[in-house]
């Protein structure tokens, strides 16, 4: 059996595509290579000893995706590739929109027309906006987005659920992720931002090889235990494993479900320095600065309905994710570079 990963080749793809071959799982990697590396896939090679179908191609490359349909065993496919940084998002709306959502309209076209009705979509528990309560469960109201990036998350889960509705034989599972961090316990494949990390962690681990003078804590004043923002991180090797357990729910023939994929714990800012601290014996130096706009106090999942229903639950820890992490970066300070 053959998945087609689209955005195998990054950071929460190519985890995955470890887990999947580790499973028994052939993989099928579609990516343009536009936020990644094809040495990530090199490397998960490495790792699994097993070997990847690769396609350098786009989502949006209907005559790409004809070809692999017609050349692959493909089963269901999960869905990672897209545009992901909040910030670009804001300056470069079109792009967003076009890749994302118009991407994703042309790979479930080419999808249902060679009757593979099977998908895993990657959302992102910004669709929860700031959240009507916490811990957050998936009948939680979704919410105002602050960013584009986060409207292609929340406008492509409406679309995808409509195409499900319409035609009942798709079976369509949106993962909600909260936040990923961590990376493979062998340190060869991890997060490898472009230019300034926009996220906590790889700030952190890059402040942390030098390439950083220090970390700017944005806002002490939340309405939180220590004042900073609150978030669920979660590893991102755990984050993978649940693209398997809901790959064994589309075999159940599931119709339209949506997971938290959270561990439940919010950690604040402080926290993730202290705990990266103590585990790496490395200080992170850091300046309080202001708020950065669209950011919320706290955000973390309510995750039983994946325990319950996808037998699935995070069992890395805080330290275990600081320890990976920091073993990728100290390993690759460039990343795949
Ligand atoms: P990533 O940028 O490392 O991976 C995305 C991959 O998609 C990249 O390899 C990129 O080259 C590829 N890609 C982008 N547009 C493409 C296109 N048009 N055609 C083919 N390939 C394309 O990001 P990631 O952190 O691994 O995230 C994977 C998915 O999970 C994304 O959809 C992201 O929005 C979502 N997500 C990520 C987070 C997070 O914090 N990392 C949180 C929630 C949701
Ligand atoms: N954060 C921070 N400094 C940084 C990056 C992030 O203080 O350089 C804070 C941010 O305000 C939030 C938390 O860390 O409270 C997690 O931010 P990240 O961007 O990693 O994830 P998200 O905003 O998507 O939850």
Sequence with gaps: MSILVT??????????????????????????????SKKSLERVETITGKVITFYENDINDRAALQKIF?????????????????????????E??????????????????NGIK?????????????????PITESCPKGICTNPYGWTKSMLEQILTDIQTADPEWNIILLRYFNPIGAHKSGTIGEDPNGLPNNLMP???????????????????????????????????????????ALKKIDEKCGLEIYNLGTGTGYS??????NFEKVTGIKIPYTIKP???GDIASCYANADKAKTELGWKAKYGISEMCADAWNWQSKNPEGYQ
């Design 7 to 36: 955005g195998g080749a990054g950071f929460i793809g190519s985890h995955t595509v470890v887990e999947l071959q580790n499973a028994g799982y052939e993989a099928v990697v579609l990516d343009n290579l536009s936020n990644s």
């Design 70 to 94: 017609k050349t692959e065993k493909i089963t269901a496919c999960i869905h990672f590739a897209g545009l992901k940084a909040v910030g670009e998002s804001v300056n470069k709306p079109w």
């Design 96 to 113: 967003y929109y076009q890749n994302n959502i118009a991407g994703t309209l042309v790979l479930v076209d080419e999808m249902r027309k």
């Design 118 to 134: 099977n998908l895993i979509f990657s959302s992102s528990a910004t669709v929860y906006g700031d959240p009507a309560f916490i």
């Design 203 to 245: 700030f952190i681990t890059q402040v942390a090889v030098g390439k950083l003078p220090e970390l700017g804590i944005f806002g002490n004043d939340y309405d939180t235990p220590d004042g900073t923002g609150v978030r669920d991180y979660i590893h991102v090797v755990d984050l993978a494993d649940g693209h398997v357990k």
């Design 269 to 274: 800012v402080l926290d993730i320095i202290s």
């Design 291 to 293: 708020r950065r706009s």
